[in-house]
């Protein structure tokens, strides 16, 4: 059955695209435009009738140098000289400037993400030759045609960071690297071409892999043998290959390497679970309003079954990484690892926290239950929920690096989750309606018909 | 007074089997039991079982788990000798929590498993020098058992044992 874009919800993903545009532009407008103008936004702000907040900045400020005792060098110690206080103007500005960039960045990386992490969800189906899910590869298929737009816009935001547009990556400033022993030390991998190279080699290498797949996929449908299917099952393990290569470099380029000083070795991974978990509760919610509108009648019940419970393994996958890291950096507390936390504990308490609560508490306690895992509207609750503790937690991976204490959940963050979430729905329902949305030809295709748990 | 009779029916097809008890259940006769050298995939539908309870009591005994650890560790850790070991901040339990973890998860995990493994052997009556009660030796290797209880219908029940294709029927007298 061919799918037809619904007129309200593509009204919808316009309307919020154009809000979000705006939000976007209005983050964009209140960013400061020169240092006097971040002091005057930092003075207004603190006089705002709070009482003690002299005594809070005061904190604030020495808290800030030994977090970011990377950035500028130590001269925390010297008080407040005149040099640092011009030097803390500076530091504010970039932050103040940097806000509605991370936001853009925040939100076009997270719905990219989740069209990478469904990407690699199919690659293992295919590679696995799983006999469940043949029925979703077109509804998979659908999501991923977003890498191709998403993957552009990340590109293009990261290539404006490389021509010096925002302030999002220290290490690309000539001035800090000159200043700075560390990243001297790390020009080899971090200098901008070479990161933009990396970038256009990651990004074109996923879109070929998603376009060759596709291909063969549609072509397997009018075949008289499998030899596309054969063809795709080897693409997608050579994929698999390179995407676990890839993305980890990249969560090194594109998240990491925004605190510069910093390293982890799970960190690939870590993101990985982030977008592989996000990815399939995507799948989750498309299948089941594609269902609702009568347009899968061949999924049943124990496809989403098995969704859910991908969903709910793969939480706790994302919390038994996100917990290696923090236990692991805060038992041997070494200095120069923890500040990464320490800055998140300080300053984004709730987020930090709250992201936990979101991405393991509440699917473990909700998704635990297996007659709840085939109750539709259970499912969507849980898993805007989940959709939303990733976005938290890319947040939490981009803004303390970015913006620092500056952090707001305002115009620039809602906007750029309106306006890519209107983009992710645009691009993906109008895929969606290309082709039929069951395939028709496929080796596994009767037994996940049948497919009963 | 109920009779002590009950009426055997050998099969040797897991699909006859479960026909043969969609047939039965259909005549309304209560099946007693069932003997089958595997898990027959749908025979506990068929037979109308209830389901089962066991995921929810290892979830109740992962929580006394994860109790245990908290209230031993706290006690341990924090309340009797809250020394300082290599800086860890043991002032309350939530600033040393993340040390705690490891301990909290794998207790956890024993509770649920060990109890409930032991409320499965317990439930399913089994242990260690128990006597056997596979009335007929073939329903360990491939032959499927049906025991119904008899209530002077013993023609007519045999009749419908054979019909569903039972390749041997028998009445035996159970002593307990």
């Known amino acids: 059955m061919k799918y037809t874009f619904s007129n309200r919800l593509k009204i919808g993903s316009f309307i919020a695209m154009g809000v979000g545009l705006l939000f976007l532009a209005i983050g964009f407008l209140s960013a400061p435009s020169s240092v006097e103008e971040a002091k005057e936004m930092v003075a207004t702000a603190h006089s705002d009738g709070h009482g003690g907040h002299g005594e809070a900045h005061s904190t604030e400020n020495t808290h800030h140098v030994t977090a970011e005792n990377g950035h500028d060098e130590p001269h ?350 645009y691009v993906v329902f109008t895929t969606l309606t290309k082709e039929e949305l069951t395939p028709k030809r496929n080796p596994f295709l009767e037994e996940s018909r049948q497919f009963h748990y | 007074m109920a009779s002590n009779k009950v009426i055997q029916a050998l099969y040797n097809d897991d699909d006859i089997l479960m026909k043969a008890v969609k047939e039965v259940r259909a005549a309304h006769h209560h099946i007693e039991e069932v003997y089958t050298p595997f898990p027959v995939h749908g025979l506990d539908k068929a037979m109308g079982l209830a389901d089962t309870r066991i995921a929810i009591t290892a979830f109740m005994y992962g929580c006394v788990g994860l109790t245990v650890a908290i209230l031993m560790m706290n006690y341990i850790m924090i309340e009797d000798w809250p020394q300082d070991i290599g800086g860890k901040p043991s002032f309350s339990y939530m600033q040393n929590l993340p040390a705690f973890v490891p301990i909290m998860f794998e207790l956890t995990v024993f509770f649920a498993a060990h109890l409930m493994v032991i409320t499965f052997y317990l439930r399913s009556r089994m242990w260690p020098f128990k006597n056997a009660e596979n009335p007929d030796k073939r329903t360990t290797d491939d032959h499927f058992l049906m025991e119904i209880g008899l209530h002077d219908n013993e023609d007519e029940l045999k009749q419908l044992l054979l019909d569903t294709g039972a390749v041997e029927v028998t009445i035996t007298e159970k002593e307990d």
């Open chain 1, 76 to 425: 925390a110690t010297e008080a407040h000289g005149e040099s640092h206080d011009a030097a803390h103007d500076k530091h504010v500005y970039d932050q103040l400037k940097n806000r509605p960039w991370s936001a853009l960045y925040v939100a076009a990386f997270f719905f990219f993400m989740i069209s990478l992490g469904v990407l690699a969800f199919y690659a293992i189906n295919r590679a696995a030759q799983a006999g469940w899910s043949p029925l979703l590869f077109r509804v998979m298929e659908g999501i991923t045609a977003y890498i191709v737009p998403g993957g552009i816009i990340v590109f293009l935001i990261l290539l404006l960071s490389v021509l010096h547009m925002n302030h999002l990556f220290v290490w690309m400033d000539a001035d800090v690297v000159e200043h700075d022993y560390l990243l001297q030390g790390k020009k080899g991998y971090l200098n901008p071409w070479f990161f933009i190279a990396r970038a256009a080699i990651f990004i074109g290498g996923w879109i070929a892999y998603r376009q060759i797949s596709r291909k063969l996929s549609l072509a397997q449908d009018n075949a008289s043998d499998d030899s596309n299917f054969k063809k795709n099952f080897k693409w997608s393990a050579a994929f698999l290959v390179f995407y676990l290569i890839s993305e980890s470099m990249m969560s090194w380029d594109w998240i990491m390497s925004l605190d510069p000083h910093w390293f982890s070795t799970l960190f690939g991974w870590y993101v990985f679970a982030s977008m592989f978990v996000s990815g399939i509760t995507t799948i989750a919610i498309i299948t089941i309003y594609l269902k609702s509108k009568g347009y899968l009648p061949e999924v049943n019940d124990s496809h989403l079954h098995d969704l859910a419970k991908f969903m709910f393994g793969i939480s706790i996958f994302w919390t038994y990484l996100w917990f290696s890291q923090f236990m692991l950096i805060w038992y041997a507390n070494i200095p120069e690892e923890v500040t990464y936390f320490v800055t998140r504990l300080e300053d984004y308490k709730l987020p930090f926290l709250g992201m936990l609560v979101l991405n393991f508490i509440f699917p473990l306690l909700v998704l635990m239950n297996s007659d709840y895992k085939r109750i539709n509207w259970f499912v969507i609750m849980t898993g805007i929920i989940i959709l939303f503790g990733h976005y938290l937690d890319v947040y939490n991976m981009v803004m303390p690096a970015t913006v620092g204490d500056k952090w707001g959940f305002g115009f620039p963050e809602i906007g750029g989750i309106l306006f890519f979430g209107g983009l992710f729905i």
